[in-house]
């Protein structure tokens, strides 16, 4: 009897979208779900010839050639582990398992040692892209044991969006490498949304645009240093009717922005390796300020600020400084995001290749964007950058772009209107400009108060003052 190439588990949104994808692209694939009528509706509703559908989880694992290769998009969590262990009962040593789920990198690190000090092989793999990109191409980022991976690529590569038509999918490295990219891309994502959120509510609070006018504005920087997939569902967003009311969706729409989880994992991440990521992690403040509705309203009644007028009088010079202001700001966070990426690399000893990550950002994933194109050069010219703005190309937009940016921010201050992305942006990229801060202050003040000692600009060492 002929066996299936693969198998996958949990069949919601991405994980039904992602098995017809590997069914259109030539795979036959075994489908499971611990609740059998949600089976049963998704092959009613997608009848496709390399898909079937098993009631019992025995028969979907025996179904299967070796070494089984099993794909589990269950919610992160407990449920991983639930589905691994009922595994573990039914297949063989040398088989593997791949988590496709935005589980945490600690979690896959652990799930990783256990399951190949048992024989098992593990895969955490970073799937971006949405229910769109699940079932036409998503972003893949497979980590985990690399000979594991091999049994993996030809299906990844032929599932995966193209760019070019180099599939936007590639080994990341060892354990959870896989899946902490995804969580990175995932902060990327956070602070590129909140920085179009902020160049909205600036030209719509400030510039006076009308959504009509805002469709327009953006759709142009699609055509531009800015085009990208959030850019463009953003000119989108603007022009949509509600069938309701008629009214412009945009403004039907409740000001709070909810979470899964994977943004503040970010700026977990940040504080645990030291890593400066305060453009995401203003992303994720943001978040959490949105969704206190209730209390904002109270206090937009009693803290006030006269406005001063008259702030902008050239409406078109204000659409490319915010243009500007949006771009230079985007380098920022991808540079903090990389950074990021950069010390756990070293930290968890991955040896992550940054060129090849920003090539599988490039299509599929949903902060795909021309300029990637620009950071995977920057790594191919200097795999061991210090930083995305030292690279030419970007260094040189940030010395032209930031007058106008630092020219954005003072406008949006003297309005009353918060920035907090674009006020992280300038502040990162001072603060790291600055051959000497004021840090040395805060040596003495933890020596005085403290004995925390202090190191000298004259000698090497550590020093106490009795103050």
């Given at each position: ?18 098995a ?31 898909l ?44 593997i ?99 179009i ?58 000001d ?35 969704a ?16 001063p ?41 991955w ?62 201050i ?10 992280a ?43």
């Amino acid at each position: 009897m002929k066996k299936h190439d693969v198998g996958l588990i949990g069949l919601a949104v991405m994980g039904s979208n992602l098995a017809l994808n590997m069914a259109d692209k030539g795979f036959d694939v075994a489908i499971y779900n611990r609740t059998y009528s949600v089976g049963q509706k998704v092959v009613k509703e997608n009848p496709h010839d390399n898909l079937t559908l098993y009631k019992e989880l025995k028969d979907f694992v025996l179904s299967l050639s070796k070494p089984r290769k099993i794909i589990l998009m269950v919610k992160a969590g407990n449920a991983v582990d639930y589905v691994i262990s009922d595994l573990l009962k039914l297949i063989d040593k040398g088989d593997i398992i791949v988590d496709g789920g935005n589980s945490n990198f600690y979690d896959t690190i652990r799930r990783s040692k256990e399951l190949e000090e048992k024989g098992y092989h593990f895969l955490g793999v970073g799937v971006s892209g949405g229910e769109e990109g699940a079932r036409f191409g998503p972003a893949i980022m497979p980590g985990g044991n690399k000979d594991a991976y091999k049994h993996f690529e030809p299906i990844f590569n032929k599932i995966a969006a193209k760019y070019e038509g180099e599939p936007c999918n590639d080994y990341i490295g060892p354990d959870g490498a896989g899946h902490f990219v995804k969580m990175v891309h995932n902060g990327i994502e956070y602070a590129d949304m909140q920085l179009i959120a902020e160049s909205y509510s600036l030209l719509k609070h400030i510039g006076g645009f009308n959504n009509k006018e805002l469709s327009e504005i953006f759709n142009e920087w699609d055509k531009g240093e800015l085009e990208s997939y959030l850019i463009e569902i953003t000119a989108t967003i603007f022009k949509t009717k509600d069938p309701e009311t008629n009214n412009d969706l945009i403004d039907m729409i409740l000001d709070k922005a909810a979470q899964k989880g994977t943004g503040k994992w970010t700026a977990e991440e940040a504080l645990n390796t030291g890593t400066d990521a305060s453009l995401l992690t203003s992303a994720v403040y943001a978040r959490f300020m949105s969704a206190n509705k209730e209390e904002r309203v109270i206090a937009s009644k009693v803290l006030s600020y006269d406005v001063p007028k008259d702030l902008v009088k050239d409406k078109k010079a204000f659409v490319e400084k915010v243009r500007k202001a949006l771009y230079a700001s985007k380098i920022i966070a991808y540079a903090q995001g990389f950074n990021l990426m950069n010390r756990a690399s070293k930290e968890f000893d991955w040896n992550l290749n940054f060129e090849s990550i920003a090539k599988i950002f490039r299509e599929g994933c949903i902060i795909r964007a021309k300029f990637l194109n620009l950071i995977s050069e920057a790594y191919k010219k200097d795999k061991n950058l210090l930083n995305l703005m030292l690279d030419n190309s970007f260094k040189n937009v940030l010395q032209t772009y930031q007058k106008d940016l630092r020219e954005v921010l003072s406008i949006s201050i003297l309005s009353g209107n918060s920035v907090p992305a674009f006020s992280a942006a300038i502040s990162y990229f001072d603060a790291y400009r600055t051959e000497r801060s004021a840090a040395n202050l805060i040596q003495a003040q933890r020596d005085l108060f403290g004995a925390h000692t202090f190191e000298r600009i004259d000698k090497e060492g550590s020093f106490h003052h009795e103050w």
